[in-house]
């Protein structure tokens, strides 16, 4: 039964490869536009390569208050970062880094994978 929260995330891993890139085209992420969707929209997801999920991240948990700017910056314009970032949200710089993602722009992935 627990499983069947999974089901969502799996759609999400259909759309992966979109978060570095975006075409512009009618159904390109406009990060002023809020999606609705089962993710909050302010709240910093990491997606984990192991599991094959996006996670709410635990600290911090909300991107819109993030200290490294490269992060916060590029979250809010794009709705996804690769990096690490301390607990603190501070950067760490790139090597291994995580993907991640605002919730607003996991609602907009599930939005466009459910017209496509």
């Not at 911090?60 to 590029?74: F, G, S, V, Y």
Request: charged share 25%.
């Amino acid at each position: 039964m627990k499983y069947l929260a999974l089901i969502p995330l799996f759609l999400l891993l259909m759309t992966i490869p979109s978060l570095a890139t975006d075409d512009g085209g009618d159904d390109a992420y406009i990060s002023t536009t809020p999606y609705p969707g089962i993710y909050q929209a302010d709240r910093l997801y990491q997606y984990d390569d192991r599991e094959q999920i996006w996670y709410g991240a635990k600290r911090p948990k909300l991107w819109t208050t993030l200290p490294c700017d490269q992060a916060r910056t590029t979250l809010r314009e794009r709705g996804s970062w690769t990096g690490n970032l301390s607990d603190s949200g501070q950067c760490l710089g790139d090597a291994e880094a995580p993907t991640w993602a605002s919730g607003n722009y996991l609602n907009y992935l599930t939005e466009k994978n459910d017209r496509d």
